[in-house]
């Protein structure tokens, strides 16, 4: 079976209703980013990260995977696909995929903020100001922050240095390491890009533009790879 590795962002979950950060009328345009996805943030007004949190949790919780998460699921019965997501939702899983790795955290979990190796699933529930772990530590969301190290980007490598193909989808790659992976993808195998969008990748790359949403990119994406790879539907 050929490798597939995949690289989403925030615009595969745009058509499950939830915001992206940095089109118009994203997240960033309604919240100050350093306030609530910095460490500096959360040493200033953890009530105003935890609040943004909580909502974010809610929202994604309540989600329903689209059409491109389902079709990135589905390619596993051609492919041994790798999800390496910065999404902190669950919407990949929800729809079937069995790898995700999630670069920027997960909403769903907790960790506290003295004793880090202590991270739990909640679920959809909210968490405050004194909500602490067994050793009496903050506990804080399990998203990476910026300015905070990312430490699942190390696993995601070899996932995408072995892959025959690498999609690129939903992601301005804006932020870094995860933008950089593509970095790691030899230079003579082909890059799928859906996005609506133009998306900067180096003309150095044999990519394929699919410029349409998420999940008419993933149909596009799927009869693309079923073809070079001879399989059929
Ligand atoms: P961005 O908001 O930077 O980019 C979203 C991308 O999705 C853009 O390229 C859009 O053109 C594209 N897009 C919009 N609608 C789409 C659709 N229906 N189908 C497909 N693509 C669509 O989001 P990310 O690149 O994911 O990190 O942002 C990366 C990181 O920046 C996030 O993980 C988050 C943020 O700050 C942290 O908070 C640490």
Request: hydrophobic content about 40%; some cysteine; glycine content about 8%.
């Amino acid at each position: 079976m050929s490798k597939l590795a995949i690289l989403s962002g925030a615009g595969i979950s745009a058509e499950s209703g939830l915001k992206t950060f940095r089109d118009a009328g994203g997240l960033w345009e309604q919240y100050p980013v350093m306030e609530v996805a910095s460490y500096e943030g959360w040493l200033k007004n953890p009530e105003l990260v935890l609040e943004f949190y909580n909502q974010r949790r809610k929202q994604a919780c309540q989600a329903v995977p689209n059409a491109g998460h389902r079709i990135l699921a589905e390619l596993e019965q051609w492919f041994q696909v790798t999800v390496i997501t910065q999404n902190v939702d669950a919407l990949h899983e929800k729809a079937g995929s069995s790898r995700v790795i999630h670069l920027h955290g997960e909403l769903s979990k907790v960790r506290s903020s003295t004793h880090p190796s202590y991270i739990r699933e909640i679920g959809d529930k909210e968490i405050h100001i004194g909500d602490c772990c067994p050793m009496g530590g903050q506990l804080r969301p399990h998203i990476v922050w910026f300015g905070e190290s990312v430490p699942l980007f190390e696993e995601a490598i070899p996932y995408v240095e072995e892959a025959d193909y690498f999609a690129i989808v939903g992601t301005s790659l804006n932020v870094y390491p995860a933008a950089g992976l593509l970095g790691y993808f030899p230079l003579n195998r082909p890059v799928f890009v859906i996005d609506p969008n133009e998306v900067p990748v180096p003309t150095s790359r044999k990519a394929v533009f699919i410029r349409k949403g998420a999940g008419e990119g993933a149909a596009v994406l799927k009869e693309l790879l079923l073809k070079l790879e001879k399989l059929t539907p």
